[in-house]
């Protein structure tokens, strides 16, 4: 058992216990409380990594605690020994018991958090229904080189537990900045111009004018992914400088959004490496 002693102790569902769990089941409550909640060694470890704020860390009060879940204590401005039990119902491992849980404080949602290098390499994610996707390109952007995503209009949440879980902890890497409409996002990339780095729109449609390969990526680039049922809106399609397809066989007409987006995020990755080779030869 841990010799830690705790800011709070929970061994009942008690009005805190029930506020932490409406922090991973509730997106209006993670957005009222700029706040979410976290689990996994690794993503754990990678929003400590990167800097971000560890509010709270939530620990069994059962066990003796291993060395990363002391490390993640001591980040921890509050900390809460909560029993085995309650836990595990916060939890959603499937095998073994949840040793620790952290709730992260949530960033604004200012697109300056995106930085425009003149490599620059971004990506819109429009209107997605699916928390697992935006989690999934996270991760692909952070694997590739991207420097932020942008998640548009009515949309799922970037810290619903699923997006968190299956960006492995790319979340903490790669700003992911949310807007409501595309405005704001059309005003940044025109301040970006302005400033000399002239960001190309590639909207990415099955019935694109040029073959992803054929599309130049290794000036900077914001890529937009549209809606996994219904593709992009009309306000994206028509601020596109270009639009790319991938040419498929077969009887699918589509790829899955995160997919799509992994695809433009290599052929992106390999343009410019190819590029780098070339210029060092």
Do not use: C
Request: aromatic share 6%; proline share 5%.
């Amino acid at each position: 058992m841990s010799t830690h002693v705790a800011d709070l102790r929970i061994s009942a569902r008690n009005s805190r216990f029930q506020l932490i769990e409406a922090l991973i089941r509730n997106r209006n409550h993670r957005i009222r409380e700029h706040r979410f909640v976290v689990q996994g060694v690794r993503p754990i470890a990678q929003a400590i990594a990167h800097g971000w704020t560890i509010l709270t860390a939530i620990y069994d009060a059962q066990r003796s605690l291993s060395p990363w879940a002391l490390d993640v204590i001591a980040h921890a401005g509050e900390t809460i020994a909560m029993s085995s039990e309650l836990l595990a119902e916060l939890a959603e491992k499937e095998e073994g018991a949840t040793e620790l849980l952290a709730i992260v404080a949530m960033p604004t949602d200012d697109l300056g958090r995106i930085p425009a290098p003149a490599d620059f390499l971004g990506m819109v994610f429009d209107r997605p229904t699916q928390p697992g996707n935006i989690g999934a390109i996270l991760r692909s952007m952070d694997a590739l080189g991207g420097h932020g995503l942008i998640v548009s209009g009515h949309a799922a949440d970037p810290y619903d537990p699923k997006s968190v879980r299956a960006s492995t902890g790319s979340l903490f890497a790669t700003p992911v900045v949310r807007t409501s409409s595309p405005g704001p996002v059309f005003d940044w990339v025109r301040e970006q111009r302005a400033s000399g780095v002239p960001v190309t729109l590639v909207a990415t449609d099955e019935h694109g004018e040029v073959d992803v390969w054929d599309h130049d990526f290794t000036g900077p680039s914001l890529v937009l992914i549209g809606n996994e049922t219904t593709g992009l809106s009309r306000a994206w399609r028509e601020a596109a400088d270009v639009r790319v397809r991938v040419p498929m066989g077969g009887s699918a007409s589509s790829l899955n959004a995160s997919n799509a987006a992994t695809l433009m995020l290599y052929e992106a990755s390999r343009q410019r490496a190819a590029g780098r080779g070339a210029a060092v030869r």
